[in-house]
C-alpha cells in the first residue's frame, strides 16, 4: 500500500515552465518545408516537381513516416537561384 505522506505531486506548472526554456538545437533559419509551400515558391506542379525529384534534377528531401517528405527551405532557395542561371 502506498503511503500518501511520501507520495509525491506532479507539478503540472513546473513542468510547462521547463518545457517552454527548451530551445531547439536547430539554427536559426533552419525551416523544412512541405510540398504545398514548393509548389507556391516555384509555381511549378506537384507533379513536375515529382518527376524531376524522381530523375534526380531536384532536391529529393527527406521521407518522414510513409508519405510525408520535407525540404529543408535552403536546399530548395539553391535549386531555385541555380536552375534561374
Excluded: C
Excluded at 8 to 34: A, C, H, N, S, Y
Excluded at 53 to 67: E, H, Q, W
Amino acid at each position: 500500500m502506498i503511503n500518501p505522506a511520501t507520495f509525491q505531486t506532479f507539478d503540472f506548472k513546473e513542468w510547462k515552465q521547463k518545457l517552454q526554456q527548451k530551445k531547439p538545437d536547430m539554427p536559426i533559419g533552419v525551416r523544412l518545408i512541405d510540398m504545398h509551400e514548393i509548389v507556391m515558391k516555384t509555381g511549378y506542379s506537384r507533379s513536375t516537381i515529382n518527376r524531376w525529384r524522381k530523375a534526380g534534377t531536384f532536391p529529393d528531401g527527406t521521407l518522414y513516416g510513409s508519405s510525408t517528405r520535407r525540404w529543408l527551405e535552403s536546399d530548395i532557395d539553391a535549386w531555385i537561384y541555380q536552375a534561374r542561371g
